[in-house]
């Protein structure tokens, strides 16, 4: 499908068989009244990839000058090319650069960086850290040591929202120390459980439980990663709801009492309670349940008188519409541009702002839902293979192109190393549109413009995603992906549809080659409409064989009409000499070999 779609890609914009998508202007942004004063001279990026990229998009905007860290193994990356200044900060493994906070700090005296970006990730959620910046008297862009400490505590940041009369998951707030203990809860909530550690995220320490054996051996196996991935063992259960979908709030705070939500992000397309595809806003909810829900979120974060961007995460129960707290996230998220999308806020130029003291320009008034946006992220990972990262060099890469309403965040370039030492995404594809169909049909179209050369990705499991008719309809939960992929993803499966089209592609470029002599020795001179004779094919997609016959004239009356077996097709070629000339060139024995090499290469 790729080598024909490639191929016939001149042949469509000469003949016009793809026209292109009307552009539309993505909402007015909420701008500073200070943007001509920067609230800080430097600012060192503590992170790497495309976070690190994106910090410094926001901060060059504003006139502030910024500083890369990197180790041993992005000594080439992206964001250190971006960076006005970078400092080289240990060996490739995480534990010895990205989270040393002694380096990061000795590396903003260096340079006399007045405030640190922690992106997301690494050391971004760290109480420690950020005290450790207070006490040297470096602005930390992020919220106050207390906030990230009771946040990041499950079992806390639960009793809290309590206390905020924020909807809570029923369960036992507080922690579970024994194998008994965890049998006398789990009964006393009725199972199915959820068994997650306090200090968890990304889906670690998390098991569910349907009984007395899974709940033991979901305990023992959650706290032994707990302790392993995050240094703390503490466990708490809740009861596990099976089908939510996964919506979460943006807050924004500033220092001086001011909070408002920016909407809501749907995250329901998850694997292993790792998101995959996000949008904003949510199919689901309407302005009523947005304004609950929101309300609760602002109320959170005021309860824990927050400062900066954040997010709070909620369970929400299709069935009857209730909705449930599950955990604050204290600092930038991935999948932010969505929000930026469709509020027109620069999340980025906000939290800086903030961060030097001033008040956010805006009020909750001040905040709509403009449009629709979608965000893809795009992994080297190989989805016909489990899912198993795929390491290596990129020895071809370009994404597609940038305009007003399709944008892509990314950390690498042609050459750049995917190394086992970090995460393995590669871009995060983000596409606007005035409905939620625009959008879609944009994210589509972009991934299609792809080309990543030497390493496995995601991107075609990304689009089956996409062209999903449950996707298409909003049908979501947090159970998608187990659903409707439960053996895995096999590669796209084409639909009649599908496969006819690609017939009637094929089939044009072989009449192109019956038609080649007599287009270019004959017609041209004498007769400007040949007919062309019958010609029957037997063509094969997706190990399909299909039959189709080609009829038609070289003119703008009628064409190439393709009969295939459900359909005809007609492909409208009325070509100029010019383009005649193209069609003939294509067909040459010299082309083909021309375009073996080149996609080879590609």
Known sequence: LASIMYRLAPFARLVGRRAAAGRIAPPQQHTCAFATDRPFDK??????????????????????????????????????RHADEAIFIGAAPSQESYLRI???????????????????????????????????????????????SVMGDKIESKRLAEAAKVNVIPGFVGEVSTEEDVLRISNEIGYPVMIKASAGGGGKGMRVAHNDKEAIEGFNLSKREAASSFGDDRMLIEKFIGSPRHIEFQVLADQHGNTVYLNERECSLQRRNQKVIEEAPSPFLDAALRQAMGEQAVALAAAVQYESAGTVEMLVNAQDRSFYFLEMNTRLQVE???????????????????????????????????????????YAEDPQSNFMPSIGRLREYAEPQAEENVRCDS???????????????ISKLITYGETRNEAIAR????????????VKTNVGFLRDLLEHPRFVDGNLTTKFIEEEYPDGFKGRKHTAPDREFVVAIAAAIAASKEQTDMSI???????????????PLVLTVDDIETECAVVGKWDSEEGLLIHTENDVHLMPLAFSFPQRFLV???SLPLFQKLFALSRSAR
């Open 584 to 586: 003939y060139f294509l």
């Open 521 to 535: 020795a004959t017609d041209v001179a004498s007769d400007p409409h040949p007919e062309l004779d019958f010609m």
């Open 43 to 80: 600012i060192l990026v503590a992170n790497r990839g495309e976070i690190a990229c994106r910090v410094m998009a926001s901060a060059s905007k504003m006139g502030i000058e910024t500083v890369a860290v990197y180790s041993e193994a992005d000594a080439g990356a992206k964001h250190v």
């Open 411 to 425: 950390g690498v370039v042609k050459g750049s190393e995917i190394s086992m030492f970090y995460d393995p995404m």
């Open 336 to 378: 932010h541009p969505i929000t930026e999308y469709i509020t027109g806020v620069d999340l980025v130029e906000q939290m800086i702002n903030v961060a030097a003291g001033r008040p956010l320009p805006f009020t909750q008034a001040d905040i709509g839902v403009n449009g629709w946006a979608v965000e893809s992220r795009v």
């Open 102 to 148: 002694d380096r990061i700090i000795e590396a903003c005296k260096r340079t006399g960086a007045q405030a640190v970006h922690p992106g997301y990730g690494f050391l971004s959620e760290n109480n420690q850290f950020q005290a450790a910046l207070d006490a040297e008297g470096i602005k930390f862009i992020g919220p106050k040591a207390h906030a990230i």
């Open 443 to 454: 994210n589509i179209a972009a991934l299609d413009s792809y080309v990543i050369r030497g």
